[in-house]
């Protein structure tokens, strides 16, 4: 079973929709997550960290669930500049600071 | 501030050929990653340096991979002899220190093996 696992997608929705996206995890010892953003052909770029209180950026909401080992991302009003694909993190485990990637989740807002 | 610097950007080689990488880390940051990415997976970790030490290295492939920062700063990874499936994209990060919440990114070296 793989550490961090999403549903890869692709979701295709029009402008202004909200999507969500879900993510479990398996190491009950990962400390932190994150939502990174990966354009086409670009590196990843951090997007929100997620903490069990729930953590809210604008039109973004990410939120944890340990007791589950889930964690979400909702964007609400999507934008055609949305279109990524947007990837799970996990750290912990056997070396400190090592982030463990899902497979990534690929978003496109048609117009 | 600069980012993470990476070259080449991209590298096509035929199997059994050897192959390297340049990362320079951002001013100051002690932990520098390497990651492999596969078309349609997420990075996966290669191997992290605090400073010049490596603190993890359990998902290199031993045999064909190595790495160093031989003085902290600026890291290469080979790769001698190339598979095909080592075809991916080889992205550098760093962070200031390790357990940081952001790890920055280099642009990736795209390597092709034919």
């Known amino acids: 079973r793989k550490e961090v696992e999403q549903d890869p997608g692709p979701f295709n929705v029009p402008e202004g929709a909200t999507v969500a996206f879900n993510c479990t995890y398996s190491?009950?010892?990962?400390?932190?997550f994150f939502w990174y953003r990966q354009d086409c052909r670009k590196e990843p770029k951090l997007l929100m960290s997620v903490y069990s209180s729930g953590n809210e950026d604008g039109r973004f909401t990410a939120q944890l669930n340990r007791a589950s080992q889930y964690i979400s991302l909702l964007i609400r009003d999507s934008k055609l500049s949305d279109s990524a694909t947007y990837l799970c993190v996990g750290t912990g485990g056997t070396s400190y600071g090592k982030l463990t990637f899902g497979q990534g989740t690929i978003l496109t807002v048609h117009p | 501030e600069a980012g993470v610097a990476q070259s080449p950007r991209y590298k096509i080689i035929e199997k059994r050929q050897s192959v390297a990488f340049w990362c320079n880390p951002i001013s100051g940051h002690a932990t520098l990653y390497w990651y492999q990415q596969i078309l349609g997976q997420g990075p996966k970790l290669l191997i992290q340096f605090q400073n010049n030490g490596v603190v993890d290295d359990s998902q290199l492939p031993k045999d064909r991979f190595s790495a160093e920062r031989l003085k902290g700063v600026d890291s290469t990874l080979k790769i001698q002899p190339a598979k095909l499936e080592d075809s991916a994209v080889y992205l550098c990060a760093s962070s200031s220190f390790a357990g940081a919440e952001t790890q920055y990114f280099g642009p990736g070296t795209r390597l092709l093996v034919l």
């Open positions: 190491n009950s010892a990962s400390q932190s």
